[in-house]
């Protein structure tokens, strides 16, 4: 079963569409110190702005492109029946699977981050930009970057037992967008006074709002650029590293469920 994990791994690692993407994403977050040169004030800031966004993006790019099609193709030239041959359950596949590639975007993640450190280590000995390297808030944005990369690919490995690759896309892309987007819409409405918390509409709304993840709780960098930065609660932390785990399980039970029913 770990096999599958590793052989998983492996195979992503021989993809060279990855290193181009991880490369392409280690450039441009070096690119940011370009960026930090054009800027007069507020130059440590504009550094996490866009090396935390490119993290990010670069992630869930890898995480789209590449998963949304490798139960695709492995369906299609049948190794998945090869791979099923050799006894290891349905659910040891799908769980293994995503194991295999969570280590993959893990190990992404890392080289991200070195380059986030090479590039504040330029900015602080080269050109003297102060930015704390020490602050646990840039690593825990990172942890919880990651953790939103996790719940997107178990969304994306549920999608992906019983529909096409480009509808995994699509959905997969609108997932990460209503999810990042929903608590503000549903607090922008109701500041505005456009929707009235007793209406219908809000409850309706109140439904995809505890249906669908809220990333926006996964999303640190608006807290860092913030001027009120004061003491993240850690409370919170554990809370949406428990909600991420639980959507994940979830997802993938259901997963199971669908994939257990397949023919090949």
């Not at 790019?61 to 998945?80: A, D, R």
């Not at 456009?194 to 509409?201: A, E, N, R, T, W």
Request: glycine fraction near 2%; charge should be positive.
């Amino acid at each position: 079963m770990v096999a599958i994990a590793i052989n998983t791994l492996k195979e992503f690692l021989r993809n060279k569409i990855l290193y181009a993407i991880v490369w392409l994403a280690v450039i441009l977050i070096l690119f940011s110190i370009i960026l930090v040169q054009l800027t007069i004030t507020q130059t440590d800031k504009v550094f996490i702005d866009s090396a935390l966004t490119i993290i990010e993006i670069f992630a869930l790019i890898t995480t789209l492109f590449l998963w949304s099609y490798l139960l695709y193709n492995e369906i299609q030239k049948n190794t998945i029946l090869l791979i099923l041959s050799k006894n290891p359950s349905r659910a040891n596949f799908i769980i293994w699977k995503f194991l295999g590639f969570s280590i993959l975007i893990f190990l992404i993640y890392i080289i991200f981050t070195i380059a986030f450190v090479l590039a504040w280590l330029f900015l602080k000995y080269k050109m003297g930009v102060h930015i704390n390297l020490l602050n646990k808030y840039y690593y825990l944005a990172i942890y919880l970057s990651f953790l939103k990369i996790l719940v997107l690919l178990a969304f994306i490995i549920f999608f992906s037992t019983f529909v096409s690759p480009f509808i995994v896309l699509l959905v997969s892309i609108g997932i990460y967008i209503i999810s990042h987007s929903l608590s503000f819409v549903k607090f922008y409405l109701v500041a505005a006074k456009k929707l009235s918390p007793d209406s219908v509409g809000y409850k309706i709304m109140d439904v995809f709002y505890y249906i669908f993840p809220n990333f926006q709780d996964l999303s640190l960098k608006e807290y860092l650029l913030s001027p009120y930065l004061g003491d993240y609660n850690f409370y919170h932390i554990v809370i949406s590293s428990l909600s991420s785990l639980w959507y994940i399980v979830i997802l993938l039970i259901l997963a199971v469920l669908i994939f257990n029913k397949r023919e090949f």
